[in-house]
């Protein structure tokens, strides 16, 4: 079964970064895409980033520029280094195992690392 644990989250301030870390158990890292979403309260979840296999990437329109998203094969680890956070950044931050870097439903997700961004 593949498990996907998030870590990294935190309270920062507006301005400030903070970097999450997906780790990915077993072969699925190496076949699969990965992407980031991410839920606030009231909100739905939404994509933040995916980076695929070959470490194609793409991004949501309110993370260009501010997030990047990496993939490290030799720790099955994908990261999501974001600057400049805003309060609207406040969420629970999810990585996803996918296929594909898009159109395909993620079959498998973590349980979510808090993002707390304060103005």
């Known amino acids: 079964q593949v498990q996907l644990v998030e870590s990294g989250g935190g309270l920062v301030q507006a301005g400030g970064s903070l970097r999450l870390s997906c780790t990915v158990s077993g072969s699925i890292f190496s076949s699969n895409a990965i992407r980031w979403y991410r839920q606030a309260p009231t909100k739905q979840r939404e994509l933040v980033a995916a980076?695929?296999?070959?470490?194609?990437?793409n991004y949501a329109d309110f993370a260009k520029g501010r997030f990047t998203i990496s993939r490290d094969n030799a720790k099955n680890t994908v990261y999501l280094q974001m600057n400049s956070l805003k309060p609207e950044d406040t969420a629970v931050y999810y990585c996803?195992?996918?296929?594909?870097?898009?159109?395909?439903?993620?079959?498998?997700w973590g349980l979510g690392t808090q993002v707390t961004v304060s103005s």
């Open positions: 980076i695929s296999i070959a470490a194609s990437t």
């Open positions: 996803a195992a996918a296929r594909f870097l898009s159109l395909t439903t993620p079959h498998s």
